[in-house]
């Protein structure tokens, strides 16, 4: 019978694309057929076209009438019990859930992130639905602990990694711009000119080009558009071969190339983050959520700086790295990826005998 993927897909957001597609790859490496899977997406045409497996809408009547015929509903990565999108979304992933065990089916969320849980009903709503499922790996030790303040049993639960860390097919590192930022939304303003006047000195050192670089098509654009204004406005005054450039993409495995194409990357997104470390690109992480630095705190907390940074201070940051990345610092982004590679595919050792029963 088959088995059904949730998570955030076909919304054109790099981090959930590449997530589905790890997945799929483990599954392929370990001998799983795709034909046994189908995932719930906002464009399953796209869905489809994109990584070879079925989808389905993400309408209600479809995903009941698709649960009726399957034999487990598996999470697949991301941070689908949370609040920060809104408590709407945390509501539709525990219902899924609760509808799934009613009917007699296996949950299993796998390589998660959770939280923040920021409401006395979501903490609720998450402690009943991480108490139903069969099998629970969180990507980080944060996450792990939160699921214990909020009164979850961890019988069932384990600390293993991102499914995108097993990920090997990747593009050539072969620097274009000196400097790609990647900015997402967020609750409350953003500080621009700190973050413009930080990328154009350090864009200064070198050629001067700067790439913006949406890894949510449709949504990050938004969020970058006034950094793009700022360059337009003060780059011809104060540096006038300072240039910005926007990458666009047609597919997620576009913006991997997009990372690759730079000498160093600032960026709020974790799965840009995650693909830096990959890739071997230098960057600096800007921390907007707990589950940025979660991710990378333990190996490498200097990388990961608080949203509200000052110009000085990323800067600061930026040049470190570039300056240590041949160094000490790339052998640490190593040995962290080592690490989490081995606890990614801890993902697929712990799923296999619930998915051959």
Not at 320 to 334: C, K, N, P, Y
Request: charged share 20%; hydrophobic share 45%; net charge positive.
């Amino acid at each position: 019978m088959p088995k059904a993927l949730l998570g955030y897909f076909g919304a054109n957001n790099f981090g959930d694309e590449w997530t589905l597609a790890a997945f799929l790859l483990g599954c392929r490496q370990l001998g799983y057929p795709l034909t046994e899977f189908f995932a719930l997406s906002r464009n399953p045409k796209g869905t489809m076209q994109e990584h070879g497996v079925l989808a389905i809408p993400r309408r209600w009547r479809s995903i009941v009438n698709a649960l009726r015929e399957c034999a487990a509903v598996l999470g697949c990565g991301g941070s689908l019990l949370q609040d920060v999108t809104s408590v709407r979304s945390l509501a539709f992933y525990s219902l899924l859930v609760w509808s799934a065990k009613g009917m007699g089916k296996k949950v299993l969320l796998v390589g998660q992130g959770l939280g923040p849980l920021q409401r006395v009903v979501s903490q609720r709503l998450a402690r009943i639905t991480l108490n139903l499922c069969d099998l629970v790996t969180f990507r980080d030790p944060f996450s792990l602990t939160l699921a214990q303040q909020v009164g979850a049993r961890l019988d069932k639960a384990f600390v293993t990694a991102d499914l995108t860390f097993i990920w090997d097919r990747l593009p050539p590192h072969q620097p274009q711009f000196r400097v790609a930022v990647n900015l997402r939304p967020v609750k409350g303003p953003i500080d621009y000119r700190t973050i413009a006047d930080a990328l154009r000195h350090f864009a200064a050192l070198g050629d001067g080009r700067i790439l913006l670089l949406p890894l949510q098509v449709g949504v990050d654009e938004t969020t970058l558009k006034p950094l793009a204004g700022y360059f337009q406005r003060a780059g011809k005054r104060t540096c006038p071969y300072l240039s910005a450039d926007w990458w666009h993409s047609d597919r997620w495995a576009n913006a991997l190339e997009g990372i690759g194409k730079t000498h160093l990357i600032v960026a709020m997104r974790l799965h840009a983050l995650i693909a830096a470390c990959l890739l071997g690109v230098p960057f600096v992480g800007l921390s907007y959520d707990p589950k940025v630095a979660s991710v990378l705190q333990q190996a490498l907390p200097d990388q990961v700086l608080p949203l509200k940074v000052t110009a000085q201070d990323l800067l600061a940051a930026m040049t470190r790295t570039e300056a240590q990345w041949q160094g000490s610092l790339l052998d640490r982004v190593q040995t962290f990826l080592e690490v989490q590679r081995k606890a990614a595919w801890r993902n697929f050792e712990l799923l296999a005998p619930l998915l051959a029963s």
